[in-house]
């Protein structure tokens, strides 16, 4: 079941969680990871756990801020949001992802004939 | 900035890793609760549920090395198993960890110890104020000692007036003689060394005191109230660091004299102005009193205004010179400094001449360390042979080539600590037992101590030394081919040729150092003995010389002629009563002795001949009695002195060897016989005797003019009485003291010096450096013995079987002894051959610190080269021994 899903990239999923903060507001953990499932229209291979190394790693950058806090139903969890310095980060980001993705559908729309 | 707040927030989260795992456990209990919550919400059952969230979170470990790795704690989990691996692997290898901790602390702790040295006296600049400003104002260096080292009081002031590039200029009577302060505190005087400094002397320097004050210019006038300040030193010695002291007065030299102040611990006039030299006390100089018009007596230090420079200040005291006169009072005086005045910076003066020999040490005690890192790479080598399995296993199990070099990077890291630490122990013993060896004649010594530079350039050391010695054993483990590795069943394959061939270099770069050690070492040692081996022109052994007390003055003597009749009385009481003492030989006095302290009154010149103008220099004077040649053992052709040689009669001199030849190249006398010829200095001067030339500077200078006058006919400075005996000095010493105070009661408890210590006290420099790098190249050839005992053993062991099988098949012992030994020569050999062509080149440039000794001494090399081979066969032979008594069948059936 898994061989059909996408391996995430490095950093993609930094980038994807930063996103899903700015998005979405304050977010726990699992909420990130699941919103992220449904975005990616459950095409991308995450064991949501991968999450957390990515979430502690953007904290030390400065990017999202964390406080523990109540769910909607009422259970503690610890809420990310992303930060000033995280919004820019994530349209640079952005804008490179943006680019290569550009570049990469041009490279791969090449004619086999190699023409122009 | 980023990076940073980044390594701040892991070594944070490193230091809170428990709370922060526990966070994370909370969040991840979270994470499940909300997922299972969600998946009931859906329609399935609670175990299903959490069945699918724990399913769609992952495992649950990786995740959390994942969540660590990335906060950052992972490097310091390495690190800190690498620790406690290493801790580990040294503690079972205990006798590897101990040789090789111990071999490093010899090598880092020589490096530490000389680096102190170095820092003290060559790089530190010296221990006053702004002292890259400070000067010392001297002629170049002329044939008549301390005299034309020195300034009359006229010229002081003429220079302090006409000179523009200082603050202020300041000086210290030159002539001070040991002993020449007696405190009397109710019983017998004790004996006390003061030096009359200008009463601005400190404020030049720069240095305020611990307590009191120091000198105004008040208490130089003349009639102003007898005052004195302590050195540190004194003060605790002799007053028991009473903090009371200032103000309180005591009886010195029969005056009641005033204590002022105390110097600080850091200001030794000693240590700086006259090494090896002990200085208890500065009083002031009464420049307008008694010294004044004495002549030359005073050595000049200034203070340079800031932003002069040393090339604006010499044209400057050149010109000054112009208007320097010796004495104001006779104009044709003046004129005779131009030339002579000459400022350097002070700190050139006190260890400028002391570079060449420091850099020498420097360099050697660098050359230990290189072997000591070789001998370490080596060991290290050994281990890695044994230890390579280990690795490669390790590699196999998935640890990356940069773990397993961060592995043993921290292994050489932590040996190199342990060997610093146990080092940094070595040298303050080192360094604390040298700064209280007072008898050494180098500048501040007495200052030295480990200080914060010294500690930086241990960890400096400690770092290099790792890295040098880990990364060759460090590149060859890690480097290995995983598979060879694996396959190589260990003796003779493949990986153990190729570390014997390493190590193989190792060893002999190893011999080849210690040859360049040995050989520099050996060239000092026989430098010092030629040193020892000068005619010095007196006997040092056998005699003593003790500071004679006296009361010549005479109330309204004009001429003088009283007071000498009178010192003639005295004198020959002294001598005949010591004289009578059983085991006595000889005794005799002069004001100043050899190797100590000097004076000229200028030249006198023959007779009836004409002076021409281009003579400089003067011999220098002493003042002596009968019997003092015989005292010090120094040869006559003539007379001696004799008691009727008074004021009334004609004037005699001795003069020596040297001068005689000097004045006999003008005078042409017949048979070049300077007995019974004379001389005129304004006085007619009969020579009476041509005495043998006195090194008078050090053993090594050449010596110089001399000229003995009679105590009796002239003003002696003092008297140091020398007696030679048949019996050791010291034997004498409490008889002899008690002769002298029966004599005169004020007779202070003066020290009984035997003349030998005077040689050495000349000699001690050479001396000092000659047994460190002495001892540094003994350390070195012990190291590189052992490097050749390791190679060849481990290589004999290696090659057990092989031994075995040959002598199965009829070799001999002899045999097998033979082609080890031969092994171990060969090594050698390369080793020497290489080391004896670098120290031809490295002898040349230590050239200038050896006597008598040519750079390229065959002697010296021959014998070197022997030892070596010599010690090395021996480091060979152990190993060879036991190879030879390989027993084949156990060799065979082993492995």
């Known amino acids: ?116 | 900035m980023s990076a940073l707040r980044r390594a701040l927030s892991r070594l944070f989260s490193f230091l809170r890793k428990p709370s922060l795992d526990d966070d994370l456990e909370a969040e991840i209990a979270a994470h499940i609760e909300l997922a299972t919550q969600q998946n009931i919400e859906r329609g399935l059952t609670p175990v299903e549920a959490r069945r699918q969230a724990l399913v769609r979170f992952g495992g649950m470990d990786l995740v959390k090395d994942q969540h660590r790795e990335a906060r950052g704690i992972m490097k310091l989990d390495i690190l800190l198993q690498d620790f406690r691996y290493t801790v580990r692997t040294l503690s079972r290898d205990r006798s590897f960890t101990i040789v090789a901790v111990l071999i490093l602390a010899l090598g880092i702790g020589a490096n530490i110890a000389v680096f102190s040295v170095v820092n003290t006296i060559l790089l530190r600049p010296l221990p006053f104020p702004d002292a890259e400003r400070l000067v010392w104002i001297a002629p170049p260096p002329t044939k008549c000692g301390l005299s034309c080292a020195t300034y009359s009081t006229d010229a002081y002031d003429e220079f302090r007036m006409y000179s523009r590039s200082y603050q202020d200029v300041t000086g210290y009577f030159a002539f001070s003689s040991p002993g020449n302060l007696d405190l009397s505190l109710g019983g017998a005087p004790i004996p006390a060394t003061s030096i009359d400094v200008i009463a601005n002397f400190f404020q030049v320097l720069g240095v305020q005191p611990a307590m009191g004050r120091v000198f105004r210019p008040e208490d130089g006038n003349n009639g102003a109230a007898p005052v004195i300040v302590l050195s540190d030193a004194w003060w605790r010695r002799q007053f028991n660091a009473d903090p009371n002291i200032v103000g309180k007065a005591f009886d010195m030299n029969g005056h009641q004299t005033t204590v002022i102040g105390v110097l600080p611990r850091t200001f030794d006039f000693g240590a700086v102005f006259s090494p090896g030299a002990k200085v208890d006390a500065l009083t002031p100089l009464n420049l307008y009193g008694p010294p004044r018009d004495y002549g030359n007596i005073i050595t000049l230090i200034g203070r340079l205004k800031p932003g002069v420079t040393m090339g604006q200040a010499v044209p400057d005291a050149a010109s000054a010179a112009t208007h320097m006169c010796w004495n104001n009072k006779q104009p044709q005086s003046c004129y005779q400094y131009i030339g002579a005045v000459v400022p350097v910076p002070l700190k050139d003066y006190i260890s400028g001449k002391l570079r060449r020999s420091l850099v020498v040490l420097w360099s050697a005690v660098g050359a230990i360390l290189l072997i000591a890192c070789v001998n370490l790479s080596n060991l290290l080598l050994a281990r890695a042979a044994a230890r390579s399995k280990e690795f490669a296993m390790r590699t196999a199990l998935g640890a990356s080539r940069l773990r397993i070099v961060r592995q043993l990077l921290t292994e050489s890291l932590m040996l190199s600590f342990a060997g610093a630490a146990v080092g940094l122990a070595l040298a303050r013993a080192l360094v604390s037992w040298l700064a209280h060896q007072g008898a050494i004649a180098l500048p501040l010594l007495s200052t030295l101590h480990i200080d914060g530079a010294a500690l930086a350039w241990t960890l400096l050391i400690a770092i290099t030394a790792a890295v040098l010695f880990g990364l060759v054993p460090g590149l060859r483990m890690a480097g290995g081919n995983l598979h060879d590795t694996l396959k190589d069943s260990g003796p003779g394959s493949g990986q153990s040729r190729r570390h014997d061939r390493i190590r193989s270099v190792l060893v002999v770069s190893e011999v080849a150092l210690a040859c360049v050690l040995l050989v520099g070492a050996g060239l000092l040692l026989r430098s010092f003995m030629h040193v020892l081996d000068v005619d010095m022109g007196f006997e040092p052994q056998h005699a003593a010389a003790v500071n004679v007390d006296y009361d010549d003055s005479v109330p309204n003597d004009k001429t003088g002629e009283l007071s000498e009749a009178g010192r003639g009385v005295i004198f020959q009481q002294v001598i005949n009563r010591v004289s009578a003492i059983p085991g006595v030989q000889a005794a005799g006095i002069s004001d100043y002795l050899p190797l100590g302290q000097n004076r000229a009154w200028g030249m006198p010149w023959p007779k009836g001949v004409k002076q021409p103008d281009n003579v400089h220099g003067s011999p220098l004077v002493y003042v002596i009695t009968p019997g003092y040649f015989r005292a010090m053992g120094t040869g006559i052709r003539g007379r001696d002195l004799t008691w009727d040689d008074g004021p009334k009669t004609q004037n005699v001199v001795l003069i020596n060897r040297s001068l005689a030849n000097f004045f006999d190249k003008y005078a042409h006398w017949p048979n070049h016989d300077a007995v019974g010829q004379m001389l005129g200095d304004g006085r007619d001067l009969l020579i009476i005797g041509v005495v043998d030339d006195v090194h008078e500077e050090s053993a090594e200078g050449d010596a110089g003019w001399q000229i003995y006058y009679s105590a009796l006919q002239n003003g002696p400075s003092g008297a140091q009485l020398v007696v030679r005996t048949t019996l050791p000095p010291a034997v004498l010493a409490s008889t002899v003291l008690r002769t002298l105070r029966d004599i005169n009661p004020k007779q202070a408890m003066a020290e009984f010096r035997p003349i030998q210590t005077l040689v050495n006290h000349a000699n001690s420099p050479r001396q000092f450096f000659m047994l460190l790098v002495a001892s540094f190249a003994g350390l070195g050839l012990t190291l590189a013995a052992l490097g050749i005992y390791g190679v060849i053993s481990y290589s004999v062991t290696q090659r057990t079987q092989e031994i075995g099988i040959r002598m199965a098949l009829g070799a001999t012992m002899a045999k097998v002894q033979r082609s080890v030994l031969v092994k171990t020569l060969r090594l050698a050999l390369i080793g020497i051959a290489a080391g004896a062509v670098a120290s031809l080149m490295v002898s040349r440039a230590i050239a200038a610190l050896l006597f008598n000794t040519a750079p390229s001494d065959p002697i010296t090399f021959a014998a070197m080269v022997l030892l070596i081979a010599a010690v090395a066969l021996f480091a060979g032979y152990i190993p060879a021994r036991r190879a030879s008594r390989i027993n084949p069948m156990v060799a065979l059936r082993n492995n």
């Open chain 1, 1 to 116: 079941m898994g061989e059909s899903k996408l391996d995430l990239l490095q950093g993609t999923l930094d980038l994807m969680v930063l996103k899903t903060l700015a998005a979405m507001g304050a977010q726990h953990g699992y909420g990130i990871a699941r919103r992220i499932e449904q975005a990616s229209g459950d095409d991308v291979l995450l064991n949501q756990g991968t999450i957390y190394a990515s979430l502690v790693r953007l904290q030390q950058r400065g990017w999202i801020g964390a406080a523990w806090g109540t769910s909607d139903n009422n259970r503690k969890a610890k809420f990310y949001s992303i930060t000033r310095s995280g919004r820019k980060q994530l349209a640079k980001d952005a804008a490179y992802w943006q680019r290569l993705s550009d570049v990469m559908v041009r490279v791969l729309s090449m004619s086999p004939k190699g023409g122009l």
